[in-house]
């Protein structure tokens, strides 16, 4: 909302219409296209700059070291290898370190919970069951029970597994059966309680949301022994991380002497984690994916800079706008919308979709009748148009209306600028009825606001305004 400001008691806020937004920033769409090549060519000429740099560095450095030179797609070709087997030896890492590794598949602790859902509106039972199931399935549960507990989600993921079903019974209540593997009765308990949490929580979200239902706890059973899924889990994993360690060995098996040097090279000096990512960017070469993200980018930054300087004029210039309730706002007789330069392009069709639109000469005229009307009502012969900035912006359309008012037998006076024309002050005096003439996107509303506490003080008679694109 936008408190217009001036001397008049009778102002109101003016709420900035979105749509009127939007058609304004998009008004400038060649404004915006040239920001957004501007910002793209020159992120992405920064990243070319940078790039070439290390390679160059990379490749001096290594020849300098070894008195031996590789191509700049040798060593981008060595750094991603590089960089891929290191991939593989952390995800191994990981593997051999997740719970499920961990658990004793001769002594390994699960543990079952049900629940019932009840509903008193047999056509609420599918809805219900599908909003449990999507956070079951999905990772809402696994964040949950992960945040509370400390265990890596990807361990909750492996190691909890849900299902929701129909009852056989009726068609009142669906099932949840929740099953939770681990190491320890301990670390059981911890997750159960979790689950149990989480799924209170969701049961009082869509009972506040007016999904009704009731969640009932069923049962809770713990089983402690052999299991046959974790000792197949395992089996599975140990034949993936052999595999991916046989891929490592065949790698580095297939360099040749002056190509596994360089490869040997990057691991020197125990560079590993962070550091070896930073290595493998110092010595990487231009590379194309790299420079069109940064491209990609740098469209996306030029777009949301030029258009948000835009919104930020829209709001803060405070100008009169197509959109604004006229009479809402400033209590005046809407006599004619005018169109401007953009009259039948692009924009000017989608902001007026499913409205019933008027060229130049058909506005004017509709605008001289209402006008002409109003006359024949009150015994009008001589009409004022006054508004800011006439002969410099809406001379032709005063021009154009001028005419038109003479077939009505009213003789129209232009005056142009009377809050800043004290010449335009006396040709007020002399008249008994004027109508406001106002450029959309141009006029401040303040000045509005401020010409019609002028006439309304020189005694003069605002019979409406007419806006013009």
């Given at each position: 909302?936008?408190?217009?400001?001036?001397?008049?008691?009778?102002?109101?806020?003016?709420?900035?219409?979105?749509?009127?937004?939007?058609?304004?920033?998009?008004?400038?769409?060649?404004?915006?296209?040239?920001?957004?090549?501007?910002?793209?060519?020159?992120?992405?000429?920064f990243?070319?700059?940078?790039d070439?740099?290390?390679?160059?560095?990379?490749?001096?450095?290594?020849?300098?070291s070894?008195?031996?030179?590789?191509?700049?797609?040798e060593?981008?070709?060595l750094?991603?290898?590089?960089?891929?087997?290191?991939?593989?030896?952390?995800?191994?890492d990981?593997?051999?370190?997740?719970?499920?590794?961990?658990?004793?598949?001769?002594?390994?602790?699960?543990?079952?919970?049900?629940?019932?859902?009840?509903?008193?509106?047999?056509?609420?039972?599918?809805?219900?069951?599908?909003?449990?199931e999507?956070?079951l399935?999905?990772?809402?549960?696994?964040?949950?029970?992960?945040?509370?507990?400390?265990?890596?989600?990807?361990?909750?993921?492996?190691?909890v597994?849900?299902?929701?079903?129909?009852?056989?019974?009726?068609?009142?209540?669906?099932?949840?059966?929740v099953?939770?593997?681990?190491d320890?009765?301990?670390?059981?308990?911890?997750?159960?309680?979790?689950?149990?949490e989480?799924?209170?929580?969701?049961?009082?979200?869509?009972?506040?949301?007016?999904?009704?239902?009731?969640?009932?706890?069923?049962?809770?059973?713990?089983?402690?022994?052999?299991?046959?899924?974790?000792?197949?889990?395992?089996?599975?994993?140990?034949?993936?991380?052999?595999?991916?360690?046989?891929s490592?060995l065949?790698?580095?098996?297939?360099?040749?002497?002056?190509?596994l040097?360089?490869?040997?090279?990057?691991s020197?000096?125990?560079?590993?984690?962070?550091?070896?990512?930073?290595?493998?960017q110092?010595?990487?070469?231009?590379?194309?994916?790299?420079?069109?993200k940064?491209?990609?980018?740098?469209?996306?930054?030029?777009m949301?800079?030029?258009?948000?300087?835009?919104?930020?004029?829209?709001?803060?210039?405070?100008?009169?706008?197509?959109?604004?309730d006229?009479?809402?706002?400033?209590?005046?007789?809407l006599?004619?919308?005018?169109?401007?330069?953009?009259?039948?392009?692009?924009?000017?069709?989608?902001?007026?979709?499913?409205?019933?639109?008027?060229?130049?000469?058909?506005?004017?005229?509709?605008?001289?009748?209402?006008?002409?009307?109003?006359?024949?009502?009150?015994?009008?012969?001589?009409?004022?148009?006054?508004?800011?900035?006439?002969?410099?912006?809406?001379?032709?359309?005063?021009?154009?209306?001028?005419?038109?008012?003479?077939?009505?037998?009213?003789?129209?006076?232009?005056?142009?600028?009377?809050?800043?024309?004290?010449?335009?002050?006396?040709?007020?005096?002399?008249?008994?009825?004027?109508?406001?003439?106002?450029?959309?996107?141009?006029?401040?509303?303040?000045?509005?606001?401020?010409?019609?506490?002028?006439?309304?003080?020189?005694?003069?008679?605002?019979?409406?305004?007419?806006?013009?694109?």
């Amino acid at each position: 909302m936008i408190q217009l400001q001036g001397d008049s008691r009778d102002m109101r806020e003016v709420e900035i219409s979105l749509k009127g937004l939007i058609f304004y920033i998009l008004k400038y769409w060649k404004n915006i296209l040239a920001g957004m090549l501007i910002c793209a060519l020159g992120l992405s000429g920064f990243k070319y700059y940078k790039d070439s740099k290390t390679a160059q560095i990379a490749d001096t450095s290594y020849g300098e070291s070894t008195g031996k030179e590789l191509s700049n797609q040798e060593i981008e070709y060595l750094n991603s290898l590089y960089v891929y087997v290191q991939n593989l030896r952390s995800f191994n890492d990981e593997r051999k370190d997740s719970l499920i590794m961990k658990i004793d598949p001769n002594n390994a602790v699960r543990e079952d919970i049900s629940y019932l859902i009840r509903v008193e509106d047999p056509s609420e039972i599918d809805g219900i069951k599908q909003a449990y199931e999507q956070a079951l399935k999905g990772i809402a549960l696994s964040s949950y029970v992960s945040g509370n507990t400390g265990i890596p989600m990807q361990d909750i993921i492996e190691t909890v597994s849900s299902s929701v079903f129909f009852s056989n019974t009726d068609s009142l209540t669906a099932s949840i059966s929740v099953g939770i593997l681990s190491d320890s009765v301990d670390n059981s308990e911890k997750v159960v309680a979790e689950v149990n949490e989480f799924l209170c929580d969701k049961s009082r979200q869509l009972n506040e949301n007016g999904c009704g239902h009731e969640l009932i706890p069923v049962g809770e059973s713990i089983y402690q022994g052999p299991d046959a899924g974790v000792l197949a889990s395992q089996t599975q994993y140990s034949a993936e991380i052999q595999s991916r360690n046989r891929s490592v060995l065949d790698i580095e098996a297939n360099l040749d002497e002056e190509h596994l040097e360089y490869y040997s090279s990057l691991s020197n000096g125990g560079s590993t984690g962070a550091q070896t990512e930073t290595t493998s960017q110092t010595y990487k070469a231009v590379s194309l994916r790299s420079l069109a993200k940064y491209l990609l980018l740098g469209l996306f930054i030029g777009m949301f800079l030029v258009c948000g300087l835009y919104a930020v004029i829209y709001i803060f210039a405070n100008r009169i706008d197509e959109d604004d309730d006229i009479d809402g706002v400033y209590g005046l007789l809407l006599l004619g919308v005018i169109p401007g330069r953009d009259y039948g392009k692009l924009l000017y069709k989608l902001r007026n979709i499913g409205k019933r639109t008027f060229d130049f000469d058909e506005s004017i005229g509709l605008a001289a009748a209402r006008v002409g009307a109003i006359a024949r009502k009150e015994t009008i012969t001589k009409l004022g148009i006054i508004g800011c900035g006439i002969k410099k912006n809406t001379e032709k359309v005063a021009g154009e209306l001028s005419v038109f008012l003479k077939k009505y037998g009213i003789e129209a006076v232009i005056i142009d600028d009377p809050l800043y024309n004290p010449d335009s002050v006396e040709q007020l005096r002399g008249l008994e009825h004027v109508i406001l003439l106002e450029k959309i996107g141009v006029t401040h509303r303040v000045e509005v606001w401020n010409e019609k506490e002028m006439i309304t003080k020189l005694g003069i008679k605002l019979d409406g305004i007419i806006i013009a694109g």
